[in-house]
């Protein structure tokens, strides 16, 4: 008989919380949401209500609060969210030495309870955390990504389809680099419906999209007092299925890079195709002269992240 796939959500909070009610209306299997014990309730109350939802809406998935890694033991797909979420005037560097110390005690545990999971980091700051996680579990860079350009790339989707009053589901983009605001959304690689958007939007209008975009994260913090969630949910389970139903989706994301693009030894935002091996490839696309310069500081951004997280 077949086995139903097992997702472990690490953190209960707001993502956690949407990531479980995405996962669950996609039925992508038995959902485990965990948090500290303090947050068990939290985590349960969650679950409860996620199954009640599910009851009325016609979606079958099984949905278990815990603050037990046993619980999580042996599952397919483990998503972290676990940390401290930015507030108003919070850098996602700020954020590093609180949450450098539960992403070490997360890897710890996912490395004894999941050896064989596909792992997606969401925590910030996401370079940092992703390859602190890769580091202590010792997984194989092909089962450890981070989640940052697809949703980096959504927000540039969004502002690039409502300058055009376009359909968003004709426009295509792509960011690359670091997460956070050294990225890069790459315009020579956006179109809508195969039409470069540099031939539809003048270039002083489409450098402030690209700017937006880069302070998008931002922008809803200050906006909600806390750190995205919904977009961000959305985002990570598209990996998750992705790697889940073996689709080859060719998607932007933190990968560990050896050699790619000219750096080696951090994770970096780059287009992957991820399947049912998890990170298949790293595909390397031409950048402009422009482009090219913007990755390579972006690049030094996240080198001086690491260098900032090797000391603590």
Partial sequence: MARRHKIALIGA?????????????????????????????LAKGKALDLEQEGAASGWDASIVGSASWDDCAGADVVIVTAGVPRKPGMSRDDLLGINLKIIRNVADQVRAKCPNAFVIVISNPLDAMVYELRKVTGFPRERVVGMAGVLDSARFQLFLARELGASVKDVRAMVLGGHGDTMVPVTSYCTVNGV???????????????????????EIVELMGTSAYYAPAAAAIMMAEAYLHD??????????????????DLYLGVPVIIGGRGLERVVVIELDANE???LEKSAAHVRETLDAARRL
């Fill in 13 to 41: 909070g707001n993502i956690g919380g949407e990531l479980a009610a995405v996962a669950a209306r996609h039925e992508l299997g038995d959902i485990v949401l965990f948090d500290i014990p303090e947050k068990e309730k």
């Fill in 196 to 218: 470069p958007v540099r031939q539809l939007i003048p270039a002083e209008k489409l450098n402030a999209i690209v700017e937006r975009t880069r302070k998008g994260g931002g």
């Fill in 247 to 264: 689709d080859k989706r060719l998607l932007p994301a933190a990968a560990y890079l050896e050699g790619e693009y000219g750096f080696s």
């Fill in 292 to 294: 090219r310069a913007a």
